[in-house]
Structure formats: C-alpha cells, structure tokens
C-alpha cells in the first residue's frame, strides 16, 4: 500500500475538484486541469477534501494509486498558488531578453535562441535569472528543461544555461592533468 496514496489531498478555499467517471477537473484562482486515471483507480471528494482509492491490488495498480494521488495534489496546488522553476545563466556575455510572451537568449552562439511560450506559461527576466511560472507543474518542468537544452552546463567552466539550486560537478582539465605527471 503507497503511503503517499493514502494521505487525503486537502482542498484549498477558492479551488473546486470535480471528478466524472476517470477524469478529475480542478479549477481555481489560476487556472483549470483536467487530468484522466485508469478506471482501476477511484477518486472521491469528501469533506473537502480527495481521496484516492485502488480497486484492486497488484503492482501496477499500485504504482498508479499513489502516483495519481500525487498529480491531483500538484493540480491542486498549481492552481492555487502556481509553480516556478528558476535559471541562471552563467557566462560571459550570456543574456536573456523579454519581448512580449517570446524569450530571447543570447549564449554564444552567432544568433539568439528565441523561445515562445507555451498557453499557461511566463517568463521573468531579471539580471542573469530566467523564471518559468505558471499552474501546470508538467508544464513549466517542460519549458525549463527546453530552455536548459539550449545550452547545458559544461563541467570545465561551468559555463551554460543551469537551474538556480543545481550543483555542476567540475572537472579538473587538461592543465590539472599535465601537473600530475605521465602515468605508468
């Protein structure tokens, strides 16, 4: 039994869970999501709050009752208070600019990335930080994986596009290694 599938998903004031047949709607101040589970999965709302079942047992019904329960949580809580994932650009001369809902990026290429945002999606710029918001946690993990794709961190300098809390792992290079001597 998935410890995580058993805990009730608290309602928040201002958000409303609809569940009909296998699909959860959940609408609030930022937003609506609507999600479909397998129809071995039951969902109820009860005294304001979600309660997750599994119908059956078994390992694959399972893995999906507490994986359920965790993506009606995430719709619950991206529509009350929204999710945000944060990048830094780290380099010389390395900069993002805002223009209306595109972003552009320059990271040494010899042209800007431009990067358009998707339905539910903004982009903030301040300085070298660039910070994905919106209500669909899938959504805005997408979006800053494609914007880090652009120019993943390299383990030398460290230079490229990383997310705010990442630890980059350094590697020593070629001047380390002569230092050393030959090896035998």
Do not use: E, Q, W, Y
């Given at each position: 039994m998935s410890k995580i599938g058993k805990q009730p998903v608290t309602i928040p004031t201002g958000v409303t869970v609809e569940v009909s047949g296998h699909t959860v709607?959940?609408?609030?101040?930022?937003?609506?999501?609507?999600?479909?589970?397998?129809?071995e999965i039951g969902v109820a709302v009860e005294d304001g709050k979600v309660v997750v079942s599994a119908k059956s047992s078994g390992k694959y019904v399972m893995a999906l009752f507490g994986t359920t329960r965790a993506l009606i949580n995430n719709?619950?809580?991206?529509?009350?208070?929204g999710w945000s994932k944060k990048l830094e650009l780290v380099g010389t001369g390395f900069r993002a600019e805002l223009s209306g809902n595109e972003l552009s990026l320059t990271v040494g290429y010899s042209h800007p990335v431009k990067i358009k945002a998707p339905e539910g999606i903004a982009f903030k710029v301040e300085k070298a930080i660039v910070s994905v918001d919106g209500f669909d946690r899938g959504l805005v993990g997408q979006v800053a994986a494609n914007i880090r794709s652009v120019r993943p961190p390299e383990p030398y300098k460290g230079k490229g596009i990383k997310y705010v809390d990442e630890v980059i792992r350094r590697k020593a290079g070629k001047a380390a290694a002569a230092k050393a001597g030959p090896s035998a």
């Open positions: 709607t959940v609408t609030g101040p930022k937003g609506t999501l609507k999600r479909h589970f397998a129809p719709d619950v809580i991206g529509v009350s208070t």
